[in-house]
C-alpha cells in the first residue's frame, strides 16, 4: 500500500490554511437579512403575555414570527416533545419565544427589545434527586401524549427515560461479600465550545426550503425541519457548509427551523441566524450533568464479586437523542473489569434547564470517571497495587458482557496495557512519583464504533481524477478529507489531491448518519471502498477492450492502467474514462454500508435502547500530574495512549484525533466547569469564565495505535475519532488523588477543590 | 457617531467611514469582506480574529475601529505575503495543525509575528505565545510540531 497508512496533507488544509475557506457563518447570500431570537430569560414560567405589535413596526423588520404562526406541532429525534416557539410554558432559560427578522442585525435586535414577554415564574427543578423525587412539579403534565420516533420505551413523570438490568443473583453476591466498598461520584455539565458558533442561512423558495449550515449530520436537520414545520422531508434540502468544530453539538437541529419558518414569513428572503457565544453556550446540547452511586461487593480474598451502579443524568427541558443513551450505562457499569453479578440502574431526568446533547464519549467519559475512581479506591482499601488489581479482572478473550454480547477480542486491553508499560514502566513510574505533590494512574475502556449506514457514489473522471459524492461530512477530524480521500485514492491508484468529495447536499446525495462516533472513516470509506470496487471493474472491462487483454490481467495503479508486466505500455486513467464515457457511458459506481449490531440478549434489561458495541474499541491510558500545594493548580506532565485503531488509514489523522480527545478529556477533568445555579441558569455564560484548555496546558500525548485490522471495515479500520476522550477525568482524577492522599469525587477538579482537599486532610490530622 | 480612518490593510490604503462602536474585526469582515479573519466569540477570548497591527497581533474583536487610524493591518489574507507566514501557512498544513480551522487564521498570524521577532523560541516560549489563542481541536501538539518545522526549517519526520 502506498496511500493507506502513509502521511498525507488534508485536502481541505490550504484554503483553511489562507483564510480563504467559507465556514457555515461566513455564508451571506446575495439580500441576505438578518434574524435573532427572543428566548426565555427564566428557566420555568408559564407566557402570560406577548405583543410583538411594536416590532413588527420597527425600521427594518421584515418578519416577526412566534408560536401562533408557526404549525402547532412538537418536535424530536426520539421523542416529539419540543415545540419550535415556547407556546405557553418556558422550560429552559434560553428558549426560544420569538423570531425576528429585519434588514440589519441592529434592527433585528432593537426590534427585539421592543417585544412584551410577560412570564409568571413556576419554581424551576433543577436537583436531579429532587427532580426523580415525587415531590417534585413534574415539567411535561402532558408527557403521556408524546409520540416516540421509534418506538416507545420507558419513561414517565420526570423521567425522561430509563435503563433498568437487575439479573439474579446480584442480592445473593452482596449478601455473600466479606465487605462492600461503596462510591458516590458528582459531575458538572462539559459544553462542546467549538469555535464556530452555531449559524444557518434558510431560504424559502418555491414550496422547499434551502438551508446551509455547518453541521454534523445534515439529514437529521432536515427530518427535524419537516417535524416542526409539517412537512415532508424531501421538502427540504440542506447544503453542508466547512464546520468550524462540532463534537456531537451539532448533530441535531438548532436555529435552523426558526431560519426556515422566518424565510417563509419574509417572502422567501434568505434568512441568517448566528448565535452569540453566550445564547450558543447556554442554549448548547452540553454533556449532561451526572451523579453516579456505585457499589461493589469483595470477597475475603478482596476479589470483585458484585456491583451495582445507579446514574441520574441531567436531561434538562426536552430529550435530544439522550434517551437513546441511557443504557450506556450497562455497557461501562463495570468498565473492562469482571466484577461479578451486576445490576443497573440508569435514569435521565427532565430539569428545568437547557437539553443535554451528545458530546463526543457520551456518558462514557462520567461513566468510566466513576467505575475507575471506584477501582482505586478499592485497591488503595485493599492495600494492592492499581495496576496490578486492574489486570487480575481484566475482561478475557470470549468475555460475555451483561447483555450477553460476546468480546472475542478482549485479549487486545492485555495488549494495551503492555504497550502502556513499555512506554511508561508502571514501577519506574510509581517511583518517579513517589515524592509529595506528584501522582500517578493508569485506566482502562472498550468502546463502540457508531455503526449507522452511509453510502457514497465515486466517478472517474475524463481528466482521470476522481469523485466522490456523498453527504459524510468532515467536523474536523479528517475523516472525509484524510480517512474516505486516501482510501479512494488507494483503491484507484492515484494520489489523494486527486480525490475531489463533494460537500454534503441531502438532494444530491443518499443519506448519511452524520459525523458521531467515530463512523465516518469506516462506514462512509467502506461505502466509498464498494463503490471504488465497481469503478475498477469498469474501468478494467473498458481497458481489457482497448489494450486487448483479459480484464483480469488488467492493473490499475499511479494513475494509468495497464496489463500485468508492462507498465510502460499503458493508457492514463483518463484515457479509459474518455473512452469509456462514449462507447459505454461515464464510469461510476456506488456503495452503501453499515454495520449490525453485534448479537445480544434483549432480556436482560428494559429501556435496552443502544443494545450492544458494534466495532469495540480498547484503551489503556496513564496520566501523571504534579499538584502546585499552594495555589491547587494541576499541571498534567505526562500523558501516554495506547488506542486499537483497527488500521491507521492516516498518521496525521489518528493522531490528531487521540490528541484532540486527551486534551478535551484535561480539560474536563481540571477547568471545565458549567455549574447550574440554585435557580436553574447556568453559572458559566462565556469563554472568559468556562476555562479551556490552553496550549501551556497539555502535554504532547505519547501515543501507541494498536492495529487488528477488522475484516469489514476499510483496509481494516475501526473507529477512531471519539476514544480518546474517555479517559481523561479518570486518571487524571485518580493521579491526583495519588498526588494529594485525599479521596476528591466531583469534576473537574479545579485548585480550589484541590485547596479545600488538601484542607480537609490537614484539619483531619490535627483533629 | 462615524467617524473617518485612513488605515493599510494588507499593504494597501483603506480609508473608511465607520461608526464610532465599530471594531476593527466589523471592518474587516464586514466592510472590507475579508472573511479569512474569524468571529468566535466576540469577547476577547479565543484568538479566532487575531490580526496584527503594526506587526504586533491583537485580537480584532474587542478592537475600536476608529483607533486603527494611521496604523498597519495585517489579516490572515495578507499574511501570505510575507516568507515566515507563507513557511508558517505550509508547516500547519503538513504538520496536522489543522483540523476543523476555524482557528487555524488566528494561530497562524500569532505564530508569524513570534517567529518574525524571534525566530528560533523554545517550545515554551510558543506556548506562552499561543495563550491568546483556543483551539478545541487538535490539542496543540500538532501545532507545535507545524512551529518546530518553521524554527528548524526542516521537514518532519
Ligand atoms: S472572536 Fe475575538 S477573541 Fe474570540
Ligand atoms: S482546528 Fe478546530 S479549533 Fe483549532
Redesign the pocket.
Known amino acids: 500500500m502506498t496511500i493507506v497508512g502513509e502521511r498525507f496533507r488534508r485536502t481541505d488544509g490550504e484554503p483553511k490554511a489562507r483564510g480563504e475557506a467559507i465556514f457555515g457563518v461566513d455564508y451571506l447570500p446575495q439580500g441576505t437579512i438578518h434574524a435573532v431570537l427572543l428566548r426565555s430569560p427564566v428557566p420555568s414560567g408559564r407566557i402570560v403575555g406577548l405583543d410583538v405589535s411594536a416590532a413588527k413596526a420597527m425600521p427594518g423588520v421584515r418578519a416577526v414570527i412566534s408560536a401562533a404562526d408557526v404549525p402547532d406541532t412538537r418536535a424530536g429525534w426520539v421523542l416529539r416533545e419540543q415545540p419550535l416557539f415556547a407556546r405557553d410554558r418556558v422550560r429552559y432559560e434560553g428558549e426560544p419565544v420569538a423570531g425576528i427578522a429585519a434588514d440589519t442585525l441592529e434592527q433585528a435586535r432593537e426590534a427585539r427589545d421592543t417585544i412584551r414577554l410577560e412570564i409568571e415564574e413556576t419554581p424551576a427543578v433543577v436537583d436531579l434527586d429532587y427532580a426523580l423525587s415525587e415531590d417534585s412539579p413534574v415539567l411535561h403534565p402532558e408527557w403521556e401524549s408524546y409520540v416516540p420516533t421509534l418506538g416507545e420505551y420507558p419513561r414517565g413523570r420526570n423521567v425522561a427515560a430509563e435503563c433498568i438490568s437487575d439479573p439474579e443473583g446480584v442480592e445473593e453476591a452482596f449478601e455473600a461479600a466479606e465487605r462492600i466498598i461503596e462510591d458516590e461520584y458528582r459531575v458538572q455539565r462539559q459544553y462542546q465550545a467549538?469555535?464556530e458558533p452555531k449559524g444557518a442561512v434558510a431560504i424559502y423558495q418555491g414550496g422547499r426550503y434551502e438551508v446551509h449550515t455547518a453541521h454534523q449530520f445534515p439529514f437529521n436537520v432536515r427530518d427535524r425541519i419537516a417535524q416542526y414545520l409539517d412537512i415532508r422531508p424531501s421538502q427540504v434540502r440542506v447544503i453542508g457548509h466547512t464546520i468550524?468544530?462540532g463534537f456531537g453539538a451539532k448533530l441535531d437541529a438548532s436555529i435552523e427551523p426558526h431560519a426556515c419558518a422566518l424565510s417563509r414569513a419574509a417572502g422567501g428572503l434568505p434568512v441568517k441566524i448566528v448565535n452569540t457565544r453566550t445564547e450558543d453556550m447556554i442554549t448548547c446540547p452540553s454533556r449532561e450533568d451526572a451523579i453516579t452511586r456505585i457499589r461493589t461487593g469483595l470477597d475475603k480474598d478482596g476479589n470483585m464479586i458484585a456491583r451495582e451502579l445507579v446514574v441520574i443524568a441531567g436531561n434538562g427541558a426536552y430529550s435530544g437523542e439522550m434517551p437513546w443513551l441511557a443504557s450506556i450505562a450497562l455497557h461501562c457499569a463495570r468498565g473492562v473489569y469482571r466484577a461479578g453479578p451486576t445490576r443497573v440502574k440508569s435514569f435521565l431526568v427532565y430539569t428545568n434547564t437547557a437539553p443535554t446533547g451528545a458530546f463526543r464519549g457520551v456518558n462514557g467519559v462520567y461513566l468510566y470517571h466513576a467505575v475507575e475512581r471506584h477501582m482505586d479506591h478499592i485497591a488503595s482499601v485493599l492495600g494492592r497495587d492499581r495496576r496490578e488489581y486492574r489486570l487480575q479482572h481484566l475482561f478475557e478473550p470470549g468475555e460475555v458482557l451483561l447483555n450477553d454480547q460476546v468480546l472475542d477480542d478482549a485479549g487486545i486491553l492485555g495488549e494495551a496495557f503492555d504497550a502502556v508499560e513499555e512506554a511508561a514502566p508502571w514501577e519506574e513510574r510509581l517511583a518517579a512519583t513517589a515524592g509529595p505533590m506528584k501522582g500517578v494512574a493508569i485506566g482502562a475502556a472498550w468502546w463502540v464504533t457508531n455503526p449507522m449506514p452511509g453510502t457514497a457514489t465515486v466517478k472517474l473522471n475524463e481528466d482521470g481524477t476522481i469523485g466522490v459524492i456523498t453527504a459524510a461530512t468532515d467536523n474536523?477530524s479528517g475523516a472525509v478529507n484524510l480517512g474516505i480521500t486516501q482510501i479512494v485514492a488507494e483503491k484507484l491508484g492515484v494520489q489523494p489531491e486527486d480525490v475531489y468529495v463533494t460537500m454534503p447536499d441531502t438532494d444530491a446525495a443518499g443519506f448519511d448518519a452524520g459525523s458521531q462516533g467515530s463512523r465516518t472513516t469506516r462506514i462512509v470509506g467502506k461505502a466509498a471502498s464498494i463503490a471504488s470496487d465497481e469503478v475498477i471493474g469498469k474501468i478494467k472491462q473498458t481497458a481489457s477492450e482497448l489494450l486487448e487483454a483479459a480484464p483480469s490481467d488488467i492493473v490499475i495503479a499511479d494513475g494509468k492502467v495497464f496489463v500485468a508486466g508492462s507498465p510502460d505500455s499503458g493508457l492514463t486513467l483518463g484515457d479509459v474514462a474518455m473512452a469509456a464515457t462514449w462507447s459505454v457511458g461515464p464510469i461510476q459506481g456506488t456503495g452503501s454500508f453499515l454495520t449490525p449490531f453485534p448479537d445480544f440478549n434483549p432480556g436482560c434489561a428494559t429501556g435496552l435502547m443502544f443494545p450492544s458495541f458494534p466495532t469495540p474499541t480498547y484503551h489503556v491510558h496513564l496520566a501523571e500530574v504534579e499538584v502546585d500545594p499552594v495555589t491547587g493548580a494541576v499541571k498534567v506532565t505526562r500523558y501516554v495512549v495506547a488506542q486499537e485503531v483497527g488500521k491507521v488509514i492516516s498518521p496525521n489523522g489518528v493522531y490528531g484525533q487521540v490528541s484532540g480527545g486527551v486534551t478535551q478529556g484535561i480539560g474536563y477533568a481540571l477547568y471545565e466547569s458549567l455549574r447550574i445555579g440554585e435557580d436553574g441558569r447556568y453559572q458559566e455564560r462565556n469563554l472568559e469564565n468556562y476555562r479551556l484548555p490552553l496550549a501551556v496546558d497539555i502535554p504532547r500525548v505519547e501515543f501507541s495505535p494498536l492495529e487488528h485490522p477488522d475484516p469489514d471495515g476499510p483496509f481494516g479500520a475501526k473507529g477512531v475519532g471519539e476514544n480518546s476522550v474517555l479517559l481523561g477525568a479518570a486518571v487524571i482524577a485518580n493521579a491526583v488523588v495519588d498526588a494529594i492522599g485525599v479521596p476528591i469525587d466531583r469534576l473537574p477538579i479545579t485548585p480550589e477543590v484541590v485547596l479545600k482537599a488538601i484542607a480537609a486532610k490537614h484539619s483531619a490530622a490535627v483533629a | 457617531m462615524s467617524s473617518g480612518i485612513s488605515f493599510a490593510v494588507n499593504g494597501r490604503g483603506v480609508t473608511a467611514q465607520i461608526d464610532g462602536a465599530a471594531t476593527l474585526l466589523d471592518v474587516i469582515r464586514n466592510d472590507l469582506g475579508l472573511t479569512g479573519t474569524k468571529e468566535g466569540c466576540t469577547e476577547g477570548e479565543c484568538g479566532a480574529c487575531t490580526v496584527l497591527i503594526d506587526g504586533k497581533p491583537v485580537h480584532s474583536c474587542i478592537y475600536p475601529a476608529v483607533s486603527v487610524d494611521g496604523h498597519s493591518v495585517v489579516t490572515i489574507e495578507g499574511i501570505s505575503d510575507g516568507e515566515t507566514g507563507r513557511a508558517v501557512q505550509e508547516a500547519f498544513w503538513d504538520a496536522g495543525g489543522?483540523?476543523?480551522?476555524?482557528?487555524?487564521p488566528g494561530?497562524i498570524v500569532t505564530v508569524a509575528a513570534l517567529l518574525e521577532n524571534n525566530p528560533a523560541p523554545s517550545e515554551d516560549e510558543v506556548r506562552i505565545a499561543l495563550a491568546g489563542n483556543?483551539?478545541?481541536?487538535?490539542g496543540y501538539s500538532q501545532i507545535l510540531d507545524a512551529v518546530e518545522v518553521v524554527v528548524s526549517g526542516k521537514e518532519r519526520a
Open positions: 467549538y469555535i468550524g468544530g474536523g | 489543522i483540523q476543523c480551522g476555524f482557528c487555524t494561530f483556543i483551539c478545541r481541536c487538535t
